[in-house]
């Protein structure tokens, strides 16, 4: 497996105001403060704050229109 370094992100937790320096072969890794990681919005205080609203808003659009 090959890993894609322009996709790759790097998330710290816990010491906020730490910075990483991670590459991949040479690539700057960026580091992040929230992303979606298979289908979950993750924030570095592991507050789930938009996951809730993300899972919301897909639900409103989901939900049939009522017939009037």
Same mark, same amino acid.
């Given at each position: 497996?090959?890993?894609?370094?322009?996709?790759?992100?790097?998330? @710290?937790?816990?010491? %906020?105001?730490?910075? $990483? #320096?991670?590459?991949?072969?040479?690539?700057?890794?960026?580091?992040?403060?929230?992303?979606?990681? @298979?289908?979950?919005? %993750?924030?570095?205080? $592991? #507050?789930?704050?938009?996951?809730?609203?993300?899972?919301?808003?897909?639900?409103?659009?989901?939900?049939?229109?009522?017939?009037?």
């Amino acid at each position: 497996m090959t890993l894609n370094a322009g996709k790759t992100k790097a998330m @710290l937790f816990g010491n %906020l105001y730490a910075k $990483l #320096n991670v590459s991949l072969v040479g690539t700057p890794i960026e580091q992040v403060s929230k992303m979606k990681y @298979l289908g979950v919005w %993750l924030d570095e205080h $592991l #507050n789930f704050d938009d996951q809730a609203e993300y899972a919301a808003s897909k639900a409103t659009r989901a939900s049939p229109r009522s017939i009037g």
